[in-house]
């Protein structure tokens, strides 16, 4: 079957390699706090993401981090359960349905998401010094802008 190119997949313009580079780099240093920190723990990118989300949100059942996540279930187990033997999340029965299993941070959890939180600010703000008042308002919707409509913090489910 011969692939067909649609005309959205057509560039009129060169591709937008600079800001291509400025993400790959910006990406990378932004991730690279958390990362020295999460390894002392044997954790890696996929175990703060989780973190993150579980923290923010306490109570999120399973299905509502996969939709956020948009990865596997067996990919989340294997986090999940590196995460919960560790001591950083737990898991409890839902009370209104006892099929759902809802995540909270322990104390643990809370510390560690908290922290790495704490690095990544940091960082936003030291980026966002001596720009303008406008600049963190523009900066959050270009970055909301980026993400697929129906993808990004509205349906986070809560």
Not at 44 to 73: M, S, W, Y
Not at 109 to 128: E, F, H
């Amino acid at each position: 079957m011969q692939h067909t190119l649609e005309a959205e997949d057509l560039l009129e313009e060169e591709p937008a390699y600079d800001i291509i580079e400025l993400f790959f780099f910006a990406y990378r240093d932004f991730v690279s706090d958390p990362d020295r920190i999460l390894a002392d723990y044997g954790f890696g990118r996929a175990h703060h993401r989780v973190l993150h989300f579980v923290h923010r949100q306490p109570g999120l059942t399973i299905a509502e981090l996969l939709d956020i996540l948009k990865i596997t279930k067996q990919s989340l187990n294997r986090v999940l359960k590196a995460l919960i033997d560790t001591g950083f999340v737990e898991q409890r029965t839902g009370v209104a349905d006892r099929r759902q299993r809802l995540l909270f941070t322990t104390q643990s959890g809370q510390d560690l998401a908290l922290r790495l939180a704490k690095l990544q600010t940091r960082r936003i703000m030291r980026a966002l010094a001596g720009g303008p008042e406008e600049l963190k308002l523009s900066a959050s919707r270009f970055l909301l802008a980026m993400i697929d409509p129906g993808a990004g913090p509205a349906s986070a489910g809560r």
